[in-house]
């Protein structure tokens, strides 16, 4: 296993194909992937393409219908069953009769965790997002960004090892966005987490990754991989968007996205 | 409803409020009936179009009212009419009550079940919806039947519990459906969210279909103490039990050409019933205000 402590995830040869009524849908093929331990990997891609099924696979909730797919050295199930990662899906998914506090606080309250401690974790997580002054509000009283800045700090409550994100920044306003971009790159620096992290947003994957995942669709492949190097030892920061080397890696992704044709583009933002 | 802006007043205020316009609305209908069809009804070619409205078969409003106030029957000593009815009424609402505590717990669990087993729901489901299709009166004499054989030690069958029996037999039918609709109504996020925190069935039961589920539950619950009470009545008569409000619609029906007033009372104190069951239980819902975000009936 020593061979795998490094290794967040691994999918080797993946694919999914759902049978529905009208035939069957290939959503990925033969996806080989590797995400080490604390890396930033985004997954970018028209829409459709299979980023948030890969993402879906990699949870655990729905399974591969072939090839091998490894989390932390074991079977996704296992580190499903084992807790090792958070996640943060397209759709918030708050519980209505629950606070936002209460919301945020129910993976601990599923896990034991006690009463004090679930309290002091979801002060700290409020905080981050921004939304200790609506603790004790109801998801329906929130703004859709609101709402899903509450399914952001849900999925960090148990300081995983692994969060998988479908698009957490789709519905917030360019500020709060980069904002959030920001503290999720802190966060990832401070707790080492490996993160997956699907996006319509070039210059939000470029500025938040150490690796670009560039998708195609029917059959959902991965059509390239683009290494994010920063600038030696330097860390992301405010400045790193303003830099030469963050416009040419935007540049570089969309050329590699420009790579199918212009038709598949649909649904990918490339301002 | 104009008169009654919503937002203005509270929820069961406004319910209330407009419960009482339908009861007048009733009244002004029923009266209007008397002053505009004939007494003898409207007859066409033999056959009888609008029935007869005559003080014998319809009385006013107001002469059922005052027939509350007089005593039951001619015997000396004998209570109001008002009287009786309350009495009648508290022995039906109890055993109907009963029936329907049962009929919660047996429509919940076969919710419960068929939501977790989808083959459970698709075995279940038609003999759901098949029970209530079953007449009520063919089943009392037979629920009587095996009643009369249950001795356990002390424990001998009654006969109220076999009223309460099938009062329950109506009352589970909605409370089944609803609890099943809403156990069934978690988003797939939801449902994908408990999945991904490993929560078990019954975690995953407790914590969000449960819940989830209370919004289509109180209309049902409601709406179950509703049938709870006719089934009551019903099977009253069918079972010949004494005491309840059943009984003596039927009895007073014997004396409707002498005392017509009589047995609309005791008709309009078994609709009263059927509100007041509900409303009690209306009761419950105002404890699980924080669950109904979003109810609509
Ligand atoms: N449960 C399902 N049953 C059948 N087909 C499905 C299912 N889930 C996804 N698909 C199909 O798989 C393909 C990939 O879907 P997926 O949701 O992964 O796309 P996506 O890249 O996340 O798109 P978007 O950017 O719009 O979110 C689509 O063609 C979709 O129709
Ligand atoms: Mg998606």
């Known amino acids: 296993m020593n061979a795998q402590a490094g290794v967040a995830v691994q999918a080797v040869g993946v694919g999914k194909v759902f049978t529905t009524r009208s035939g069957a849908v290939t959503a990925l093929e033969d996806i080989d992937l590797t995400v080490a331990a604390g890396e930033f990997v985004s997954l970018i891609g028209p829409s459709g393409c299979g980023k948030s099924t890969l993402l879906r696979l990699v949870a655990d909730l729905d399974s591969p219908s072939s090839g091998e797919l490894t989390v932390f050295g074991t079977s996704a199930r296992a580190s499903r069953e084992g807790q090792q990662y958070g996640i943060a899906f397209q759709q918030a998914g708050l519980l209505p009769w629950r606070t936002v506090r209460a919301n945020i606080e129910l993976p601990l309250e599923l896990h034991g965790v ?158 | 409803m104009s008169l009654l802006r919503a937002g203005a007043v509270p929820g069961w205020v406004r319910r209330t409020g407009e419960g009482l316009l339908a009861l007048l609305a009733f009244v002004v209908l029923w009266e209007l009936v008397k002053l505009v069809v004939p007494d003898g009804g409207v007859v066409v070619g033999g056959v009888s179009l609008l029935p007869r409205t005559s003080d014998q078969t319809m009385p006013h409003v107001w002469s059922v009212l005052a027939r509350l106030g007089r005593p039951e029957t001619s015997a000396t000593g004998s209570v109001s009419l008002a009287g009786a009815l309350v009495t009648a009424s508290w022995f039906t609402l109890r055993i109907s009550l009963a029936g329907w505590l049962v009929g919660v717990l047996a429509g919940l669990g076969l919710a419960v079940v068929m939501q977790r087993w989808r083959i459970a729901e698709d075995a279940l489901a038609p003999w759901v919806v098949l029970s209530q299709t079953v007449p009520l009166i063919a089943l009392a004499p037979l629920v009587v039947g095996w009643g009369g054989k249950i001795h356990l030690g002390a424990f001998a069958w009654d006969r109220w519990m076999s009223v309460a029996l099938i009062a329950s037999y109506l009352a589970f039918f909605p409370v089944a459906v609803g609890a099943l609709r809403g156990l069934q109504s978690p988003t797939a996020a939801q449902v994908d969210l408990f999945r991904s925190l490993a929560a078990s069935g019954t975690r995953t039961l407790w914590r969000l279909r449960m819940p989830a589920a209370v919004p289509y539950l109180v209309p049902a619950l409601r709406l179950g103490a509703a049938t709870a009470v006719v089934g009551a009545i019903v099977a009253e008569v069918s079972t010949g039990t004494q005491g309840g409000i059943g009984r003596l619609i039927i009895s007073y029906a014997q004396s409707a050409t002498g005392d017509p007033a009589k047995p609309w009372a005791a008709i309009a104190a078994a609709a009263v019933l059927g509100l007041v069951a509900a409303g009690v239980v209306g009761l419950v819902g105002l404890g699980l205000r924080r669950f109904r975000v979003g109810e609509v009936a």
């Open chain 1, 114 to 271: 006690g009463k004090r401690q679930r309290r002091a974790r979801a002060e700290e997580l409020l905080a981050l997002v921004g939304l200790t002054d609506f603790a004790a509000s109801f998801p329906h009283q929130l703004s859709g960004g609101m709402q899903q800045r509450v399914a952001i700090a849900r999925s960090l409550a148990e300081q995983p090892s692994l969060l998988l994100m479908d698009e957490p920044f789709g519905a917030l306003d360019e500020m709060t966005r980069e904002r959030m971009q920001t503290e999720l790159v802190r966060i990832c620096a401070e707790s080492g987490a490996a993160v997956l992290f699907v996006t319509h947003s070039i210059p939000e994957a470029v500025f938040l990754s150490d690796r670009v995942v560039v998708m195609s669709p029917r059959p959902g492949r991965i059509s390239a991989v683009l290494d994010i190097g920063l600038p030696d030892g330097q860390a992301r920061g405010e400045s790193t968007r303003e830099d030469a080397a963050f416009f040419a890696n935007v540049t570089a992704v969309r050329e590699a996205l420009h790579g199918g044709s212009v038709a598949d583009l649909r649904g990918v933002d490339v301002r």
